[in-house]
């Protein structure tokens, strides 16, 4: 059974810090490419920063360029977000996404998309 896990959302001030965690687990993590998603009220779901199976490759929104970074620890199945000089703009429910295993679809076979049951970000002014 898959399962995504996210943790570390909260309350800060603007100016502040949050490290968001997602625990994975029941699929082959390292093949999956692992993204983070916010939704704000209103607005539609948008990506925030992606990373590579590998952890190699990463990209990033522009809003949060210089700001996030995403990273991943493949012997933990788990991948983390780390947000520095928060807005009150990155307040949103914040989502962990797996889509892989990357590459199937070349042979013939299905990608998948999970995605975790979100965490709330507030970032006061």
């Known amino acids: 059974q898959v399962q995504l896990v996210e943790s570390g959302g909260g309350l800060v001030q603007a100016g502040g810090s949050l490290r968001l965690s997602c625990a994975a687990s029941?699929?082959?993590?390292?093949?999956?490419?692992m993204s983070w998603y916010r939704q704000a009220p209103g607005k539609e779901r948008e990506l925030v920063a992606a990373i590579s199976g590998g952890g190699g490759g990463r990209n990033y929104a522009d809003s949060v360029k210089g700001r996030f970074t995403i990273s991943r620890d493949n012997a933990k199945n788990t991948v983390y977000l780390q947000m520095n000089s928060l807005k009150p703009e990155d307040t949103a429910v914040h989502y962990c996404?797996?889509?892989?295993?990357?590459?199937?679809?070349?042979?013939?076979?299905?990608?998948?998309?999970?995605w975790g049951q979100g965490t709330q970000v507030t970032v006061s002014s």
């Open positions: 996404n797996a889509h892989g295993p990357v590459g199937s679809r070349n042979y013939g076979m299905n990608e998948y998309d999970y």
């Open positions: 029941g699929f082959t993590f390292s093949r999956y490419r």
